[in-house]
């Protein structure tokens, strides 16, 4: 019968049945592993020893396992777990699956173990046990604890495994023993590993006895010398340092590298002539060789320099985005002038789904550049970007280097994705640290923790991306050159569909016959059934329904209106406003992170403690533009200020489940507390965006073109906004404002005058 368990990988690590080992775990994912196990798998977790570990896919793992039991495990103070593992047995794993994004799971099955012939299985047992014996006597570093355990147990299978965990073999050896489900075959492999361990312990013993007859006890350090020398020479393994050593001198030789930093490198080498194999800096050594000498330290890739390919490229791949690819072009005109020239430091701002990733990567490509991605969101750990120091155990660099390895070129484009969520805490400050990667005037000498010598990151575009600029670090943001990707109007994503998504559609399902919707057909699914600011969900609902039509087998390929109902069901967008039929109610457009909407505000004035009440999730801001609002009113004399004694006044933004702030709502906030005390409704058509100081001026805000948006999808026809903000009309399309009626104001005495004075 097959069974479930969470999957745990370890590197270079072996654990067999009746084994115990100790283990301290630093990420993440293990911890997940272990806490999951303990909770759901009863203290099981099954233990996988991969064969390797360079970019291997799951179908590359090993099908047998051993389930271990968590013996205990304790969170230390440092945040790592530390853990004892103890072996039960091994398992047959059918098939590998996804428990979540980063963990998986394996169907396993216990295994069947094969019956031997009684007499030949005891010729081999005692066999086993006397070899054993035989290589504790002789070894001086063995202790014969094992012996009673191997004396006391007939099983053949719990033999072999005991003794192979007490050998000090390597894991690749422990690995073989592990796969092997045969215990006669593992005994009698065992019995001819020990016998050779038996004639190295001689032979080493051989060695120590030659060299103290030649040497006294005052030439300590020739002997040990002496001694390195004369098991090199008897393993035939300085010759192949040697060779390692020529190889890594001849790629050195090619490599027009800082005098500092070439020094260092032929120290490094000889260090490693030095070495024995044995000894663990050997492998450290060999691994930062390997990383140094293998980065592109003067290789670069040949730019596309053609002003006319690269916009060709970027508009054929993406629709809009004026800005961005209005920028790349003013960069490949000066370079074509001056190819020296410091590269900018781009942040992409905007919602998700406008194009900020994939405009990057086309912007690599029509720059015939490498391109590499880093995500940010979430990172504390500074070292993440910066690599770690040599002399910490699995040390590697940081993602900046490993990623300019990877690209095999020393300017790529290098994509820093969403550095609004990167987190600052005790672990570090990720954003101060990208200060050295991005400055130009820092990044010609950065140096990454792990390979400790200067690298050139001035020829590297670095692009960033953020939802918001309110979350951009501050030791960032004046670093940074700002373009704002916007969201796009209904006959933005229109065009979008015709010309880009539906056509890739096509292709990536090898249609012949194409799909035919109308213009106000696809509009309506738009409206419908789409709510985001870009175009990854359109992109998704057109998939769904282009998968429809073809596996339905229509004769016809024209989609009517009806036809998306019965595919799609249910529309997905908000319940659209009622008509405002009562005083106290407001439309005001507020800015989110997928977009411009259209919020409700409501308020509420009745007889009680003088007070304010404030709910609908707000945020703290957005909690002083109610008081600012208050008191704006009670010292104008638009009210009389005795309709406040005594009366509560209650301020309610829909919908209540979503977290709502910024400084944009105080003009709806105090138009609604009028339309309340005046008892004088406001028409359902008009909006407003701005905030209020407590002398009634109205300032500034950001996302203008989102909120406008926003407002004619909604069916809005009148919007208040500041007056500071008309020149960012310019960037409105002109299917906005020719249906929208816009009135700047810098006062909201003209609010008042237009909404109120005149109906008295």
């Known amino acids: 019968m097959d069974y479930t368990l969470l999957v745990m990988l370890l590197k270079d690590l072996v654990i067999l049945p009746f084994q115990e080992i100790k283990l301290e775990l630093k990420d993440e994912i293990s911890k997940k592993i272990i806490k999951l196990s303990s909770k759901k798998y009863n203290d099981r977790v099954l233990i996988v020893s991969p064969t390797s570990y360079k970019e291997a896919s799951v179908d590359d793992l090993p099908k047998i396992g051993v389930v271990s039991y968590i013996k205990s495990k304790i969170e230390l103070s440092n945040g790592n777990l530390r853990l004892t593992l103890r072996g039960e047995k091994r398992v047959k794993i059918l098939d590998y699956k996804s428990f979540s994004e980063d963990i998986i799971d394996a169907s396993i099955i216990d295994i069947i173990l094969p019956k031997f012939e009684p007499t ?55 690995h073989e023993y592990m796969l092997e ?45 002496e001694k390195i020398k004369e098991i090199e020479n008897t393993l035939n393994i300085k010759e192949d340092e040697e060779e390692l050593a020529s ?67 970027l508009n ?29 430091i781009i942040c992409l701002i905007g919602p998700p789904g406008v194009g900020k990733t994939t405009i990057t990567k086309s912007i690599a490509e029509a720059l015939n550049r490498e391109y590499f991605k880093i995500s940010v969101a979430g990172l504390n750990d500074a070292t993440e970007l910066i690599g770690s ?51 130009p005037n820092q990044n010609k000498n950065f140096i990454d923790n792990y390979i400790e010598e200067p690298f050139d990151l001035s020829q590297t575009l670095f692009i960033l991306t953020a939802n918001s600029i309110d979350n951009i670090p501050y030791t960032l943001y004046d670093r940074l050159e700002i373009i704002n990707l916007s969201s796009y109007t209904v006959f933005e994503k229109l065009d979008i569909a015709k010309k880009y998504i539906l056509p890739k559609i096509y292709d990536e399902f090898k249609m012949s016959k194409k799909l035919i919707m109308k213009d106000d057909t696809l509009i309506y699914l738009i409206n419908n059934y789409t709510k985001e600011a870009g175009v990854r969900n359109l992109t998704r609902v057109l998939k769904t329904l282009v998968t429809k039509v073809v596996s339905s087998k229509k004769e016809s390929m024209t989609l009517t209106i009806p036809e998306i109902k019965n595919y799609l069901k249910e529309s997905v967008n908000e319940i659209k406003f009622d008509k405002i039929e009562i005083p106290g109610i407001v439309n005001a457009l507020a800015y989110t992170n997928l977009g411009g909407t259209v919020l409700r505000v409501e308020a509420s004035i009745y007889n009680g403690e003088e007070k304010v009440i404030t709910t609908g999730s707000l ?4 909690k002083e533009s109610v008081y600012v609002a208050t008191s704006f009113i009670k010292e104008s004399d638009y009210v009389s200020s005795t309709l406040f004694y005594n009366r509560t006044i209650h301020i309610h933004l829909l919908d209540a489940a979503s977290k709502k702030d910024g400084p944009s709502c105080g003009v709806a906030i105090t138009t609604a507390i009028l339309s309340k005390l005046l008892d004088q409704k406001i028409d ?77």
Not at 196 to 225: F, G, P, T, W
Not at 316 to 330: A, C, F, N, T, V
């Open 316 to 344: 054929k791949s993406h629709y809009g985005l004026d800005e961005i690819k209005q920028r790349i072009e003013d960069y490949v005109n000066i370079k074509n002038i001056n190819n020296k020239i410091t590269n900018p």
């Open 247 to 313: 190889k890594y001198y001849d790629i050195l030789e090619k490599l027009t590298l800082p005098l500092k930093t070439n020094d260092k490198l032929i120290n490094e080498i000889n260090k490693l002539k030095r070495t024995p194999k044995t000894s663990p800096e050997y492998g450290v050594i060999i691994n930062y060789l390997e990383w140094v000498l293998t980065l592109p330290w003067n290789k670069s890739s040949n730019e596309n320099l053609n002003v006319k390919s690269v916009l060709n490229h």
């Open 181 to 225: 489900l045969n215990s006669e075959k593992r005994a009698l492999s065992l019995i001819k590993d020990i016998k050779i361990e038996i004639n190295y312990n001689k032979l080493e013993e051989k060695i120590d006895n030659n060299v103290e007859i030649r040497l006294s006890k005052e030439q300590e350090e020739y002997y040990l010398k």
């Open 619 to 622: 945020g703290d801001i957005l």
């Open 389 to 439: 120091r040599r002399t910490y155990l699995g040390a590697l660099p940081g993602k900046i280097i490993q990623g300019i390895k990877k690209c095999e070129t020393n300017n790529p484009v290098i994509l820093i994705d969403e550095i609004d969520k990167m987190v600052k805490d005790y672990k570090g400050d990720p954003a101060s640290v990208l200060l050295d990667v991005l400055d």
């Open 684 to 760: 359902s058509t008009i909006s407003f965006s701005g905030e209020i100081s407590l002398k009634g001026n109205i300032l500034p805000i950001g996302g203008l073109k989102e909120k406008l948006i926003a407002a004619y999808n909604n069916g809005i026809k009148k919007v208040y906004i500041p007056e500071g903000n008309s020149k960012d009309l310019l960037d409105i399309p002109k299917q906005i404002t020719e249906n929208l009626e816009i009135k700047l104001v810098n006062n909201y005495n003209v609010i008042y005058k237009d909404l109120f004075q005149e109906k008295k």
């Open 120 to 174: 030949g299985e005891e010729v081999i047992k005692r066999k086993l046990r006397n070899t054993l014996n035989d290589l504790i006597n002789i070894s001086p570093n063995l202790s014969n604890s094992i012996l009673k355990t191997v004396s006391e147990n007939e099983d053949l299978s719990f033999l072999t495994d005991a003794i192979t965990s007490f050998l000090p073999l390597p894991s690749s050896k422990k």
